[in-house]
């Protein structure tokens, strides 16, 4: 056995890999303890440097470090010669550089480096602009060089237009490159700027069309990746909509103004400020959500003074204005009537054609055609149906409802995992269409039933509906947003699989409500319905609790006002 050497056997090689790294984490723990005693001691100088070097060089992720070396840099900008503090910085940035080898994804590092260049007189960021390259030439998607080079970008006034042709040569190379197409959707706005009256975002119909050849090679070329697609839907997508009262409604039998905004508000002290005007006075009232919550709502109601109403006048004019989103509606109360109201259609709002533009229908047609192109090669792409629904969406909702509906079924097919997703889009789908439909229709009962809901959404606009069928769906609850139904007096949601009635509360116009074959299991799964004073008829027949026994009884007692209750 002379002369060969001895194999180590795997005991060997595990008790020797772990005196290693216990000799490593000595010298780890020693340098850590040395540094933060020279820090308490306030003695920041370059042995700190030496010392946090050993460590960050192998652990770039060590934020308090770094912190203590920018304490010691800024100690020694008021020791060093220009010429000492020239070559420190040199130094630093090849430290710095290294570390990034050692973790190019180091939060660190590359806070790091801004915080050094931004302290420099005259930084080279022709070298940082190359440096950047070069880490996105190993990985193109690091998002954090792809923010450290818009920093670089920004600080060396580098124009749009190279930047953009810096994503062309990346996107060229690899059509599978998410930061590119997004660093394209920050520079294409400042490239073409609109004026003030067109919607900020969108882009003038060459640059669109262009921009769309080039995504289409993307996706026709791998069709599976969703980057290209992501992209795709933000060159269709529509700007983000303008602040707006929606909706104003004024109840005399609840002395009540409800209003519904464009967006979730919070409104109170210190955020959103609504003005209340009766008769050209001012009113002092205090605003509420109607779930009771007071957190961001499209919804707010208050209570009118008593003095604000009156049957001996011939009308009320009543008027809201939202300071901070430069909005106001106003309605008149005639003499003898209930209730009055003023709201935007969403038929003319065109409210519910999703996130895609509705600007250039030849555009979006286009785009439909090349997509079911495409589909019909790959038959089985979620992205491509995903799309193709959302542009139907965008062109008419109503015209594309059936055939959206089918590519539901196909995308739900296609996808099992996002099947719940799918429902619930599918069900915000045929809610809208059904807003539209009764809207078209000028009438203020909804007809849902025998949709297979899975979700309610868009609550906020049902703010006048007095009808609403819910039945044989598929929903599990009912939400709290259900308390925008100010005017509701009639609720069928029969034959769901409903386990929890926290939203059906304060509706003070609800009269009956129908829960048969649902699945509610206590009594006490009822309460929220105490805060419905005009409640007469309640048919709960079929749910689990009417086998308890004295049933009925107990209900008595839990909601005494409703005068009927079936079983």
Request: some cysteine.
């Amino acid at each position: 056995m002379h002369g060969r050497l001895k194999v180590k056997t795997s005991e060997e090689q595990a008790e020797a890999k772990r005196l290693e790294r216990e000799q490593k984490l000595k010298l780890y723990q020693s340098a850590t303890q040395a540094i933060f005693q020279k820090r308490q001691a306030g003695e920041l100088d370059e042995s700190v440097l030496e010392l946090t070097s050993q460590i960050l060089g192998a652990n770039p992720d060590f934020a308090t470090l770094w912190n203590c070396r920018r304490e010691v840099l800024q100690q020694l900008e008021a020791q060093k010669s220009p010429e000492e503090l020239a070559a420190l910085v040199k130094a630093e940035l090849v430290f710095l550089e290294s570390c990034l080898r050692v973790n190019p994804k180091s939060y660190g590092t590359w806070h790091h480096r801004c915080w050094l260049l931004g302290r420099l007189p005259e930084p080279n960021w022709a070298r940082e602009l190359e440096l950047c390259a070069r880490f996105l030439e190993v990985d193109e998607r690091n998002f954090h060089c792809w923010d450290y080079r818009r920093f670089v970008a920004a600080q060396a006034a580098v124009p749009p237009a190279e930047e953009l042709a810096f994503t062309d040569s990346l996107i060229t190379r690899n059509f599978s490159n998410y930061s590119s197409w997004h660093y394209r959707s920050c520079l294409l706005p400042q490239l073409h700027p609109q004026p003030d009256s067109s919607p900020q975002g969108r882009l003038p119909e060459d640059v669109l069309l262009k921009e769309l050849e080039l995504v289409q090679n993307a996706f026709f070329t791998d069709p599976n990746d969703q980057s290209a697609w992501f992209y795709h839907r933000w060159l269709l997508g529509r700007a983000d909509p303008q602040d707006a009262l929606r909706c104003l409604h004024v109840s005399r039998d609840e002395a009540c103004v409800t209003i519904s905004f464009s967006r979730p508000l919070l409104v109170g002290s210190g955020t959103e400020t609504l003005l209340l005007v009766a008769d050209q006075s001012p009113l002092i009232v205090e605003w509420r959500t109607p779930d009771g919550r007071n957190r961001p709502s499209h919804v707010w109601l208050c209570d009118l003074p008593a003095a604000s109403l009156s049957d001996q006048l011939p009308q009320h004019t009543f008027r809201v204005i939202w300071t901070a989103g430069d909005a106001q509606k106003e309605c008149v109360l005639l003499k003898g009537r209930r209730e009055a109201w003023c709201r935007d259609s969403a038929t003319d709002e065109q409210l519910f054609r999703c996130e895609l533009s509705v600007e250039k229908s030849t555009v979006l047609q286009s785009e439909l055609k090349s997509c079911k192109e495409l589909q019909e090669l790959e038959p089985e792409n979620k992205w491509c149906l995903l799309t193709i629904i959302l542009l139907m969406r965008a062109l008419d909702p109503l015209l594309y409802e059936k055939e959206t509906l089918q590519y539901f079924q196909t995308l739900k097919a296609v996808d099992p995992m996002r099947a719940a997703y799918l429902d619930d889009l599918r069900s915000k789908f045929l809610l809208e269409n059904s807003v539209l439909k009764m809207e078209y229709a000028e009438v203020r009962v909804l007809h849902l039933a025998h949709k297979d809901l899975t979700v309610l959404c868009h609550l906020e606009q049902l703010l006048l509906v007095t009808h609403l069928d819910l039945s044989h769906n598929r929903l599990r609850t009912l939400p709290p947003a259900l308390a925008a139904l100010r005017c509701l007096q009639v609720l069928q949601a029969s034959d769901n699989s409903i386990e929890s009635l926290d939203g059906v509360a304060n509706l003070p116009q609800l009269q009956e409500l129908s829960l048969c074959n649902n699945r509610l299991q206590q009594p006490a799964a009822l309460q929220s319905l105490a805060s419905c004073p005009r409640l007469a008829l309640l048919d709960l027949q079929g749910n689990p609790l009417c086998q308890e026994g004295g049933i009925l009884d107990h209900l008595a007692k839990l909601l005494p006002s409703v005068r009927s209750i079936l079983t």
